[in-house]
């Protein structure tokens, strides 16, 4: 899908994106072949966190949601993790914080 040049369609996507984080405990941005997104999607199982996951390379718009993605939190790079509505980071944060999001997902 072409990049979204218009403000309505930016305005559309941005609320689809917003939706998506406020009705999810925990949210992942992935990509299905990034070793960082598998090991934080691991993680997650591990712990036995539930947790929704957008493959960014499986839906249409994926490079338009990663667009907005970076203009929302400032990151660029999948995994793009958010839990209890607040964005937690990547791959890095997200391993660091460890059972804490067990208390995140369950508090």
Known sequence: ???IENDSGKT?????????IDSNKVLV????YCPFCIQ??????ELQVDCNVVELDLIEDGTNYQEMLLEMTGQRTVPNVFINKTHLGGCDKTMKAGNTIFTFQNG
């Open 1 to 3: 899908m072409p990049p």
């Open 12 to 20: 559309a996507l941005k609320s689809r994106i917003q939706g998506l």
């Open 29 to 32: 941005f992935s990509k299905s």
């Open 40 to 45: 934080v999607k691991d993680l997650f199982k």
